[in-house]
């Protein structure tokens, strides 16, 4: 298996099939960690990892963080906002401090699409991309197969709808990815200002209907809006959005029974979902954090647990 | 002071002389192109192999200096340009302070008859300080030497001022060289919009961007009877404009880049911020409307738009990396490798694109081995084969997208009236 | 390096014995079975606690809690194992609170193994106590561990493996010896 000789994990684009299914197997038990009483193993002791967040984030920076403890990893957080980043410093020099300090993992988010490759490539501590821009969000993907394959019993050739802003998602991207290589008919919907280019050639079909988009759809998966694409002038208003594009019970009529509603959080409920769907019997949106920190254990374990000297950079 | 180079394939587009020649230089001028010359007294070289052809020109330079000395200066950048086989550039006027007055100009002037090693002509600003609101001082800028005005590495946004400009410089017969980006569409954006800028996440510059200003500019040109030369060329719908106005006889010249010529918006991939540049690298279909449009004549020459940046400017987070290229050391060896070796374009036309070409854009006595004219001549040995280093650059800047790709075809002497500046890639001055 | 058989030390009916034997000796040592679960280190410790359990079901008439333990996050080695073992899920779906744990593994060699299994044991509960049995042991302890319960006691090199096989996982049933050779 290359996972554990891979010295980062920058998105799903490059991942192979194998390496996302050995992380879906490696979750498994690790989310019977967290339902234990002592919710703690002994496999990351005398490990160190640091998140490092450009942008604000609660539940993806405490999923990780969480998942560290789990495994005994001693995990710290640099609060960007009050770190000498605020100073002018360089990312550079910034990256080489943390590194110096003997931190073994670093997990980044950064608003500018491609900021985890540009350090991984600058240091020697392994780099977990959180969400990049609008590139990609790879642990976020997973959590998200993981949660379907639980539910489902399998990912082979499943319908699933990515419903919202495409275009800046990176949530939609790495979930294109992901499931692509497990032969799911992706779909994506949302209005055609918000649909990147050329969006087809990445073996997606884009729709501008939800009824059409949904036909016959296993999994459901809504982006969230951020309000100011409004403001740039994206949409004309939050309430026609929610016209055209908010999920609610009548626009799933054409999915398939047992299907499932995912979002990655926060929702802005009345705007993309409706409160009927969010706190509904077909939602999953509990789960899923749950599965988050299972699948961000499996990831620290996988990429930190093994010797140092079998990483090819 | 007689020099002979002996034996070379000469290849002289405005004296439409293509063959095996000997070029006699005496006193810094040309004496005589013709076959076995055999003068008294004449340091002889051998170029039996190589291409002698007349000093190429690079009419889209940043020397940076004044104000970014840390980027480049005139020193540095003209050797940069001997190394590169460039014997003149033009330098673009968004230094600091920007050269949109006399006293900038002079002393742009000054420097480069003080430190500069190739002939350096500089080009004014537009609009005062490039703001794109007010008039520079034309007038002034062409009393000092300036051959051209631009508010390159900005447009010009406003089309009344744009109007106003071309129809100032007319009175001047000067061109007015044009950045064509419509900001409002182009804000923000990293790479070329299309496949792989939706792949790689990063915020898109659509094409259309380039194509409405460059429309207007034509269109203003054509009302105001003034020239226009579009800096950068880079979209398959620029170049249909500029086609079309030339079929219809407006007065309209472009240029393209190496760069763009070359590499597709794929490599952005690694995010490595030698890639960002502005235009961006464009898609393969753009791509092969630019070459297709260097051969039939819609483009006039090519220009390296060398932008050289320090370190820390591209070592950094791609978003905000600067943009721009350092091309002066690569832009002969570039375009012999991926065109000429490769059968694209002729080594007559390429010559016409680097000398020719730029001389008539920006109406300039230069680009020929006419004799009694300056001997200003470029050397290209075709067979060399020798990888990009950053490391060994003259220029300051060694932000390339090049760098480790081997090339065949390299500069391998450049001239400058009379005096052998540069050799196999060294300067010797 | 390659391996070469030596000896088959145990075959199907000695295992058979060794297991009714051990099955005995957990109902006697523990006066019965009533506060008893019996816990296998996976993998091949896995089946052989099935098959105690079900022995001393024919003997007690008494079902016991049977579970496995995946001791993969618990192992002193990870930092230093060229790949990474793959991680399986633990199953043991009975509360273990002062219960008396037997915790079952094929081979008894450094004890880092069982002192794993003990840490992952202790952090699913407060077992009453732990014993250990274990079809073989080979001695080389490195660690303070002494199991309760062996089927048989065979002396070994440091250059020898043992490899006990189980019909469950490896579709035949037997104990052998075998030597690294250098080639």
Redesign the interface.
């Known amino acids: 298996?290359k996972?554990?000789r891979r010295k980062d994990l920058l998105g799903l684009r490059d991942l192979e099939r194998e390496e996302i299914e050995?992380i879906l197997?490696?979750a498994?038990?690790?989310k019977?960690?967290i339902k234990?009483?002592?919710k703690?193993?002994?496999?990351l002791r005398g490990k160190a990892m640091v998140t490092v967040f450009y942008e604000p984030s609660t539940r993806t920076r405490t999923s990780f963080e969480i998942a560290g403890k789990y495994?005994s990893a001693d995990t710290v957080n640099l609060a960007v906002s009050t770190s000498s980043v605020q100073k002018g410093e360089s990312l550079r020099d910034t990256i080489k401090t943390i590194e110096v300090m003997g931190f073994d993992l670093m997990v980044m988010r950064h608003s500018m699409s491609g900021t985890p490759h540009y350090v991984a490539r600058n240091t020697k501590m392994r780099v977990i991309n959180a969400g990049d821009g609008a590139n990609e969000h790879p642990t976020q993907a997973l959590l998200d197969m993981y949660t379907i394959r639980e539910r489902k019993g399998t990912l082979e050739g499943l319908k699933v709808a990515i419903v919202g802003d495409i275009l800046h998602s990176r949530v939609a991207r790495s979930n294109i990815y992901g499931l692509g290589k497990f032969g799911c008919e992706i779909r994506v919907v949302g209005p055609s200002t918000l649909m990147p280019p050329e969006v087809e050639k990445l073996s997606v079909k884009a729709y501008y209907s939800l009824e059409e988009a949904f036909a016959d759809v296993d999994v459901i998966n809504v982006l969230r809006i951020q309000r100011e694409r409004q403001q740039s002038g994206l949409f004309p208003s939050l309430e026609e959005y929610a016209n055209l594009y908010m999920v609610t019970p009548e626009s799933l009529k054409k999915a398939k029974k047992d299907v499932l509603v995912l979002h990655p959080g926060p929702m802005n409920r009345g705007v993309e979902i409706s409160s009927e769907i969010a706190d509904g019997s077909k939602a999953v949106i509990d789960e899923q954090v749950t599965n988050g920190v299972a699948v961000r254990m499996?990831l620290l374990?996988?990429m930190m647990?093994?010797?140092?000297s079998?990483i090819v950079a | 002071m007689k020099l002979l180079l002996k034996g070379g394939r000469v290849v002289d587009p405005a004296n439409k002389i293509d063959g095996v020649n000997d070029v006699l230089i005496i006193d810094g001028k040309i004496a005589a192109v013709e076959p076995e010359l055999a003068p008294q007294d004449c340091e002889t070289v051998d170029v039996s192999g190589k291409i002698i052809c007349p000093g190429f020109i690079d009419m889209h330079v940043h020397l940076r200096e004044p104000g970014f000395e840390y980027k480049e200066d005139i020193a540095s950048g003209t050797r940069a340009a001997a190394a590169g086989g460039f014997t003149a550039v033009c330098c673009m006027p968004n230094t600091k302070p920007v050269v949109d007055n006399i006293a900038v100009a002079g002393f742009v002037k000054e420097r480069a008859r003080k430190c500069g090693v190739v002939n350096v002509l500089p080009v004014g600003a537009i609009s005062k300080g490039q703001g794109g609101k007010e008039l520079a001082e034309i007038a002034d800028l062409v009393a000092a030497g300036c051959v051209a005005i631009s508010d390159d590495g900005k447009p010009v946004m406003r089309a009344d001022i744009m109007r106003n400009a071309l129809e100032y410089a007319r009175m001047f017969a000067l061109p007015v060289l044009s950045h064509c980006e419509d900001l409002n569409l182009s804000q923000d954006g990293q790479m070329h919009e299309g496949y792989y800028s939706t792949i790689y996440g990063l915020k898109g510059i659509p094409a259309v961007a380039e194509d409405i200003m460059a429309a207007r500019d034509i269109l203003l040109a054509k009302s105001t009877g003034a020239h226009v030369h579009i800096c950068h060329l880079s979209t398959k719908g620029a170049v249909e404009l500029v086609r079309r106005a030339k079929d219809e006889g407006i007065s309209v010249s472009c240029e393209v880049t190496p760069h763009h010529l070359a590499l597709s918006d794929k490599i952005v991939e690694t995010y490595d911020a030698d890639t960002k540049v502005y235009p961006p690298l464009r898609s393969e279909e753009h791509i092969a409307a630019l070459r297709e449009a260097l051969n039939d004549g819609t483009v006039n020459c090519i220009a390296t738009d060398h932008a050289p940046h320090e370190k820390e400017s591209k070592d950094c987070e791609y978003h905000l990396a600067s943009p721009g290229i350092s091309g002066l050391e690569t832009a002969v060896a570039v375009i012999m490798d991926k065109l000429v070796s490769k059968g694209l374009l002729d080594v007559k036309k390429m010559v016409e694109l680097f000398t020719t070409g730029p001389a008539a854009a920006l109406r300039i006595d230069r680009g020929t081995l006419t004799p009694g004219k300056p001997a200003d001549i470029t050397v290209i040995d075709p067979d060399v084969v020798k990888k990009v280093d950053p490391a060994v650059f003259y220029s300051k800047g060694r932000n390339t997208p090049f760098k480790g790709m081997e090339m065949k075809g390299w500069p391998c002497m450049t001239i400058v009236s009379g005096k052998v500046v540069a050799r196999d890639g060294k300067v010797i001055i | 390096m390659e391996l070469r058989e030596k000896n088959v030390i145990m075959d199907e009916v000695a295992i058979k014995r060794a297991l009714t034997r051990i099955a005995h000796e957990i109902i006697e040592k523990n006066k019965g079975v009533e506060d008893v679960a019996i816990v296998g280190i996976r993998r091949r410790g896995g089946p052989l606690a099935q098959r105690l359990a079900n022995r001393i079901e024919e003997i007690e008439g008494v079902k016991i809690p049977v579970g496995v333990l995946?001791i993969?996050?618990?192992?002193d080695d990870?930092?230093?194992?060229?790949?990474?073992p793959?991680?399986?899920?633990?199953e043991v779906y009975f509360d273990i609170n002062d219960l008396n744990i037997v915790l079952v593994d094929d081979v008894l060699y450094t004890g880092r193994t069982v002192r794993s299994a003990m840490?992952?044991l202790m952090?699913?509960?407060r077992p009453r106590c732990i014993q250990l049995a274990v079809l073989v042991d080979r001695g080389h302890r490195e660690l303070p561990i002494k199991a309760d319960f062996v089927g048989k006691n065979v002396p070994t090199s440091k250059r020898e493996i043992i490899s006990v096989l189980v019909k469950e996982i490896d579709g035949e049933e037997k104990v052998v010896i075998q030597e690294t050779v250098d080639r």
């Open positions: 298996m996972l554990d050995l197997d490696t498994v038990p690790m019977d960690i234990r009483d002592i703690k193993v002994p496999a495994l499996a374990f996988l647990g093994g010797s140092k079998e | 995946d993969t996050l618990y192992r990870l930092t230093t194992l060229g790949l990474q793959q991680v399986h899920r633990t840490d992952a952090d699913l509960g």
